[in-house]
């Protein structure tokens, strides 16, 4: 099963309020949405942001927009106003999530031609 990186078959938004971080991961396709609940776990997502998020991670759910919500504790070195982070604010969280690998069925990626390159299957 090929390791892909969600760059290549998800879309992400985040954004911030003080110190937590929000932050949705969208599928294009309901199939892909299962594979994305299987994978991208509140485990997988904090250890993801090792070292940039202290508290806890919670997952939702939202299928009818086959998407993923993350709500991020100590996230943000204390938001904004007090963190010494030159970058702190949660809108770069989201194109960080989509460095993640995840695996993803060949047969997946070859029916719904998601991803060209760099992955030849």
């Keep these: 099963m ?4 969600l760059r290549h078959i998800a879309q992400a938004r985040s954004g911030d309020k003080g110190n937590t971080c929000d932050l949705t991961l969208f599928a294009r396709t309901a199939e892909m949405y299962e594979i ?10 904090k250890e993801h942001f090792r070292g940039l998020v202290f508290g806890e991670v ?3 759910e939202v299928p009818n927009v086959l998407a993923l919500k993350f709500i991020m504790e100590d996230a943000l070195g204390g938001g904004a106003p007090s963190s010494l982070r030159t970058d702190n604010l949660g809108k770069s969280f989201g194109s960080n999530l989509l460095r993640m690998e995840i695996d993803v069925p ?10 060209k390159y760099p992955y030849k299957i």
């Design 58 to 60: 919670s997952r939702f």
């Design 106 to 115: 060949s047969e997946l990626l070859n029916e719904q031609n998601i991803v």
């Design 2 to 5: 090929p390791r892909v990186q």
């Design 36 to 45: 994305f609940k299987r994978e991208v776990t509140a485990e997988r997502v």
